[in-house]
């Protein structure tokens, strides 16, 4: 069921700032990951180029066996399928409701009429039965017909683990998922995560939190779109953090922040420098 | 004595107030206005001399004529405006809703050939094209238009109305869908959804309180549009207003103009309140 990764020498580029320069990469079927670095190292990129979503400067990125960079629409729509993505900022629709954004996990896989069905009446029975255990497993099973919009911030990220959930993907790209959210629900995302992980699903998380990312068996550091750490987290030493962190402010304060007291700030990237607000 | 600042002090200081563009374009409008002035032949002299046939053209309005057949008249052009502006509004909301999804521009797919992105852009083009068109037309031109091709009455002025509404909505429209976030729709990009999809579920929900308000207040400027269609003979409120102008009826003016004030002044009201209560 997971999916096998691999980037060759992939580099990006926005303008003229490069965001991945030569990262190569392999990621095992099944195996969960830790992706730390600075603000703007391109951990979002990275990920984006697992969907294509952003243009290839150089090298290719192979998911599943297949070259990705060079599948035709049709077959793109089905790789994509394959992946299951949940963001800092959740990315949900709010105006749907919390069932109708769950259900959106499995709208690549419906035919035009179907489509229509789904738009104007709902989810059809079967669709409607996943996205209620989904909800359920996740805390909101009462909350099914709830306008998104009107959730908390925690529970709308606790929709788009139930996104997940009826999804089922191959591939799980986790960007920040924790950076806004309450440590409960911190804890029942990564649960969950981990859940899907060992079902089989490739697990990749973006973390802010290095003593987190340490849980993880393999941490991939990036310093300015480069590769600056691959191995098990006991390799990884105090003098590797300070060099991948050099140069973060932010990450000193909210490190001192921390110190003071235990309270999870969101964090607030500039706008373009975490490479997704870029476009 | 100490070193003094090479350039000496000009008007303003050494931080000039303003700028060489700001004053350009301030004798730039102050030429217009003498121009334009001149050219409509300006005269206050005239406007405040005209006092006496406006006072006697408004004191033959009172007292306004209130009779039953007035009154029904009044009625029958005040029903007959409101529909015109309603089935206006309506229609040009459904023919400005697929001309603005053609209409509006994504986000170029990663990927994309140049010809591709050619062929993609061709819709968007003539949707724009056509939009434009019926928008760049005045109402009351297209009800010349339609009343010549379908004679008199308020059919004619209600599809005026209809297409310019189309046009207007349709900007709009569109540019409501390309402020909505992207993040979403990118987002169910990224697990698969086709474009068709990507639209439907992530851009149109995000983008459906804003088309109502728009249509409620297109709504609102096709009631105040539809009391001048009558003048060119499609239908409405208006038509009754220039006949009994005409007749130097003014009384009947008097009342038919307080009820259109009326009408558009309450339609103003509620789609106020209605646009507000979305918004929110």
């Known amino acids: 069921m997971g999916q096998r990764l691999v980037l060759d020498g992939v580099g990006v580029r926005f303008g003229d700032a490069a965001a991945l320069e030569g990262v190569t990469l392999s990621?095992?079927?099944?195996?969960?990951?830790?992706?730390?670095?600075?603000?703007?190292a391109g951990k979002s990129t990275l990920f984006r180029t697992l969907t294509r979503s952003v243009a290839l400067g150089s090298g290719s990125v192979t998911v599943g066996g297949r070259n990705l960079y060079a599948l035709s629409w049709r077959e793109l729509g089905a790789t994509r399928r394959r992946v299951g993505t949940?963001?800092?900022?959740?990315?949900?629709?709010?105006?749907?409701?919390?069932?109708?954004?769950?259900?959106?996990?499995?709208?690549?896989?419906?035919?035009?009429?179907?489509?229509?069905?789904?738009?104007?009446?709902?989810?059809d029975a079967g669709l409607s039965r996943r996205v209620e255990g989904a909800l359920q497993q996740v805390g909101l099973g009462?909350?099914?017909?709830?306008?998104?919009?009107?959730?908390?911030?925690?529970?709308?990220?606790?929709?788009?683990?139930?996104?997940?959930?009826?999804?089922?993907?191959?591939?799980?790209?986790?960007?920040?998922?924790?950076?806004?959210?309450?440590?409960?629900t911190a804890e029942r995302v990564m649960a969950a995560l981990l859940d899907l992980n060992r079902e089989g699903a490739t697990l990749l998380v973006n973390l802010h939190?290095?003593?987190?990312?340490?849980?993880?068996?393999r941490i991939v550091a990036l310093r300015e779109g480069r590769i600056a750490f691959d191995g098990e987290p006991k390799d990884l030493t105090d003098e590797m953090l300070a060099g991948i962190y050099e140069g973060d402010e932010k990450r000193v304060q909210h490190e001192e922040e921390k110190l003071g007291s235990r309270r999870r700030e969101p964090m607030r990237v500039a706008e373009g420098r975490d490479g997704v607000s870029a476009h | 004595m100490a070193s003094r600042p090479t350039s000496p002090p000009g008007l303003g200081g050494a931080i000039p107030r303003f700028s060489w563009p700001v004053s350009l374009a301030l004798l730039v409008i102050l030429g217009l206005t003498g121009w334009s002035a001149y050219g409509v032949g300006f005269d206050l002299v005239e406007l405040l001399s005209g006092g006496g046939a406006v006072e006697r053209f408004v004191s033959e309005m009172f007292p306004p004529d209130l009779s039953a057949a007035t009154l029904r008249a009044t009625g029958v052009g005040i029903l007959e405006t409101f529909q015109m502006s309603f089935l206006g509004a309506l229609i040009g909301a459904i023919v400005a809703f697929p001309l603005a999804a053609l209409g509006t521009r994504e986000a170029p797919t990663v990927g994309m050939s140049?010809?591709?992105r050619l062929l993609a852009a061709i819709p968007y083009h003539v949707a724009r094209f056509v939009l434009n068109v019926f928008r760049s037309v005045p109402d009351i031109l297209w009800a010349l238009v339609f009343v010549v091709a379908l004679g008199l009455g308020p059919f004619p002025g209600m599809l005026a109305l209809a297409v310019h509404s189309a046009g207007v909505l349709g900007k709009l429209y569109s540019e409501t869908l390309e402020t909505v976030p992207s993040r979403p729709v990118e987002a169910l990009r990224a697990t698969g959804a086709t474009e068709l999809q990507a639209f439907l579920f992530?851009?149109?929900?995000?983008?459906?309180?804003?088309?109502?308000?728009l249509t409620l207040y297109q709504w609102e400027c096709n009631i105040r549009s539809a009391t001048i269609l009558g003048f060119v003979g499609a239908g409405g409120i208006g038509q009754q207003i220039l006949i009994s102008m005409n007749l130097f009826d003014y009384p009947k003016v008097a009342t038919l103009v307080g009820a259109t004030i009326v009408v558009v002044l309450l339609v103003d009201r509620f789609s106020a309140a209605v646009r507000r209560r979305l918004m929110s």
Request: hydrophobic share 45%.
């Open chain 1, 27 to 40: 990621v095992k079927p099944g195996e969960k990951l830790a992706v730390i670095g600075a603000s703007g």
């Open chain 1, 86 to 123: 949940i963001h800092q900022a959740y990315n949900l629709v709010p105006e749907l409701s919390a069932g109708m954004n769950a259900a959106l996990g499995e709208v690549g896989g419906l035919g035009r009429l179907a489509t229509l069905r789904t738009l104007l009446l709902g989810p």
């Open chain 1, 142 to 184: 009462e909350r099914v017909r709830a306008r998104t919009a009107d959730l908390s911030g925690g529970q709308q990220q606790r929709v788009a683990v139930a996104r997940l959930l009826v999804q089922r993907p191959g591939l799980i790209l986790a960007d920040e998922p924790f950076a806004a959210v309450d440590p409960v």
């Open chain 1, 209 to 217: 939190d290095v003593a987190a990312a340490r849980t993880f068996p």
């Open chain 2, 114 to 116: 140049s010809v591709e």
């Open chain 2, 202 to 213: 992530g851009r149109l929900p995000q983008a459906m309180s804003g088309f109502a308000s």
